[in-house]
């Protein structure tokens, strides 16, 4: 499983509130099918497939569009591990353990 950290900001926006463009892009995100996701107050964990990912990502980038956005850009960082199953929470927990030592 693939785990990516998402940041969309939109410009060219009304105001210097984003929170509703925020709401559209979670509300996206619950329909796409095969991913888990975590809003953070900087922006979007989600894990899936690399494919289901990127399927996420592009909609992602686009919904600022679909809300009158004049301009988008967008941060994305993926990690892909492919040699042990990986996820948000193993990673924390390999974390957490490494604390308590």
Do not use: W
Not at 7 to 14: D, N, Q
Not at 30 to 40: A, F, L, Q
Not at 56 to 75: K, M, W, Y
């Amino acid at each position: 499983m693939a785990i990516a950290e998402i940041t969309v900001i939109p410009i060219g926006t009304a105001t210097t509130s984003l929170s509703g463009y925020v709401a559209d892009m979670q509300r996206t995100l619950s329909s796409v099918e095969g991913i888990n996701y975590e809003m953070t107050a900087m922006g979007t964990i989600i894990e899936g497939s690399i494919d289901r990912l990127f399927d996420a990502i592009q909609r992602l980038h686009e919904c600022p569009f679909q809300a009158g956005a004049g301009r988008v850009s967008t941060v994305v960082k993926i990690d892909d591990r492919r040699d042990q199953d990986s996820s948000v929470a193993q990673k924390l927990e390999s974390v957490r353990a490494k604390l308590n030592t």
